[in-house]
């Protein structure tokens, strides 16, 4: 059966991207998590999207430059409070899957917390667009799950290459890759993302792993 993942924990709506009340609701509905990590500059890996907290709190910072204590901080003023990766992964309790999506390319000392921090919970896959973090985790471990992810530009024949890589376990493609038929033929597992409408979720959702939200 086709694994569906919320796409930031945005099971309707109403709900806030990357938010541990929407990670909640979604794990009462028994559905997996796709969600964004990043490293504070204290070193946290925080669930959150950006590279800076313009958009969502109106704060032109960058979350590297700043501690999680002040990202809680004007998140929580805010009514929106940043969680920790510990915070989702405490409240998957290990039952859930897990697709963390590693936004910045992380130093080898952080890879390894992050290794560190995830080892007692099995449903986690890390995925990225920033290849280089998925070959500096299998260094570390081999045996850690992992996903390439695409989106346009990325040819057919570069994703082709790329998922012959043994030690892949998945490929997290965009939406328009989705009707080609050498992507389908693939052997490799493959999520499709971002999928918004009902129309496509119900069209899709028999045959294909996928990335969905606000349904």
Known sequence: MPQLLIHRGLAK????????????????????????????KDNEFICFHDFSLKRIFKKKLSVKNLNYSKI?????????????????????????PLFIEIK????????????????????????TFKHENVYNLLK???????????????SIKEIINK??????????????????KKIQNLKIEKYFYTIKTKY???????NFNLIFENL
């Open 72 to 96: 809680k901080e004007i998140s929580t003023c805010l009514n929106n409070p940043v969680p920790l990766l510990k915070d989702l992964l405490k409240c998957s309790k290990n039952k859930h």
């Open 13 to 40: 709506k109403k709900f806030s991207e990357n938010n541990i009340n929407s990670f909640k609701y979604c794990f009462n509905k028994n559905y997996g998590i796709e969600t964004d990590i990043h490293a504070s």
């Open 200 to 206: 496509d979720f119900n069209k899709y959702r028999k």
């Open 104 to 127: 910045p390319i992380l130093s080898i000392s952080l890879i390894k917390k992050l290794l560190k921090e995830t080892s007692r919970y099995k449903k986690c896959v890390f995925i």
């Open 140 to 154: 570390i471990n081999k045996n850690v799950k992992v996903g390439l992810s695409f989106a346009p530009p990325t």
């Open 163 to 180: 998922s012959s890589n043994k030690n892949i376990n998945c490929l997290v493609l965009d939406k328009s890759y989705l009707k080609n």
